[in-house]
């Protein structure tokens, strides 16, 4: 069936370095690819999604690549915040499904 | 556009007791999905809902059930409730348009003691 890997956490970074979590997902046909972002004491909320294989997803200085080739969906951001501080999950939607695949999550600490 | 509602934000019950939470989509959102969020297990899907018909269910247990009305809003109930029920219950909704993008509540932190 359908899954998605994440990279095990949690991640601790300082302020302003490079962050990557890396995704690879399993999946028949062509997916929709998403990153959520959950606050502490909140929800889960969308930071991004790709469509279709070569599709970029970008939103509050970070980005992901949709690589079907290698069926990965890294999520990258040139400079982390303080703010930026909580758990990421990669998700898919496989085309015709009613059920998003959710990563077990990865949970990011930036240290000022 | 208000977001999606969730009621009680936080339960506290004992083992053998059963609990029904709620959940109000976003208005328009037709879809709404049950998840079960454990530090253990991680974000569990429970059941999804389309126009008062379950179109997909997870892999709980029967003593997991759910329910969409007319309007849209949905509940989930648990009955006979285990510790191991003790989890952060999201729900999400969604529009058939949206591209597969969910909307999540804050969530129902149940506690079984």
Same mark, same amino acid.
């Given at each position: 069936g359908d899954s998605v890997t994440q990279m095990e956490g949690p991640v601790t970074l300082s302020e302003e370095a490079f962050l990557t979590i890396n995704c690879t997902y399993t999946a028949t046909g062509y997916p929709s690819l998403f990153w959520y972002v959950q606050y502490p004491g909140e929800g889960l909320q969308l930071l991004l999604k790709a469509t279709k294989a070569d599709d970029k997803g970008s939103n509050k200085g970070f980005e992901a690549t949709y690589r079907k080739e290698t069926t990965s969906f890294h999520l990258e951001k040139g400079s982390v915040q303080v703010s930026d501080s909580a758990v990421y999950f990669c998700a898919l939607l496989n085309t015709g499904g009613f059920k998003t695949i959710f990563g077990a999550g990865t949970r990011l600490f930036v240290k000022a | 556009k208000a977001g999606v509602t969730q009621t009680p934000r936080y339960l506290i019950k004992t083992r053998g007791q059963q609990v029904t939470l709620s959940c109000s989509p976003i208005s328009g959102h037709r879809s709404v999905s049950w998840y079960q969020q454990t530090p253990g297990q991680g974000l569990q899907f429970l059941f999804e809902y389309f126009s008062e018909t379950q179109r997909n269910k997870g892999n709980?247990? #029967?003593?997991f059930s759910g329910r969409q009305f007319s309007n849209s809003r949905s509940e989930m109930n648990v009955s006979? !409730?285990? !510790? #191991?029920?003790s989890a952060l219950y999201l729900c999400a909704s969604s529009l058939l348009?949206? #591209?597969g993008e969910q909307f999540f509540g804050p969530g129902t932190r149940l506690t079984v003691l």
């Open positions: - | 709980f247990p #029967g003593r006979t !409730l285990e !510790l #191991g029920d348009t949206s #591209g």
